[in-house]
């Protein structure tokens, strides 16, 4: 599976600090309980690169907020 595509399955996410010092992604899925835990100058990392996609998704936008190109749909909330 690439990031290009489409997928049915639901999942929650949850960010937060650990008790340890830890930033921890927390990833739960039917059948997945995936704890992934950085340090915190690796969490600014990810954040930077969320917040880099997130301008690049932006940009592939038009002025309705439709994306373009094929495959490409709007995100769930």
């Given at each position: 599976?690439?990031?290009?595509?489409?997928?049915?399955?639901?999942?929650?996410?949850?960010?937060?600090?650990t008790d340890r010092g830890m930033v921890r992604i927390y990833v739960e899925?039917?059948?997945?309980?995936?704890?992934?835990?950085?340090?915190?100058?690796?969490?600014?990392?990810?954040?930077?690169?969320?917040?880099?996609?997130?301008?690049?998704?932006?940009a592939m936008t038009g002025p309705s907020g439709e994306t373009s190109g094929?495959?490409?749909?709007?995100?769930?909330?």
């Open positions: 599976m690439s990031i290009n595509s489409e997928s049915d399955i639901a999942a929650n996410l949850q960010i937060g600090p899925a039917e059948n997945v309980d995936l704890p992934l835990d950085f340090d915190p100058d690796e969490a600014e990392e990810i954040a930077e690169e969320l917040l880099a996609a997130a301008e690049a998704a932006r094929k495959g490409a749909k709007k995100p769930r909330r």
